[in-house]
């Protein structure tokens, strides 16, 4: 296996929370983009680089998950 890509500017996760689309169509990676509020940062899979910023929560995230075809993403906060 040989790694394409690191993504360097993260906040802490010790968590290991993050999720992945399995959409050929939505290639889609999303991690927590704060450890104090609910933010999601998608990162885009095929292009390298990182997408959105999704101001969710007013607390850390806790849960996330994209649906099928990777265009919606539910998530949870920890309170």
Request: proline residues 6%; hydrophobic residues 40%.
């Amino acid at each position: 296996m040989k790694l394409l890509h690191t993504i360097r500017e993260i906040p802490s996760n010790s968590d290991g929370l993050c999720t992945l689309s399995i959409s050929d169509e939505n290639p889609y990676l999303a991690y927590p983009g704060s450890t104090t509020t609910g933010e999601i940062q998608i990162f885009d899979t095929v292009n390298l680089k990182p997408g959105i910023l999704i101001a969710a929560h007013k607390s850390p995230l806790g849960a996330m998950a994209f649906d099928m075809a990777g265009a919606k993403i539910a998530t949870a906060s920890n309170k």
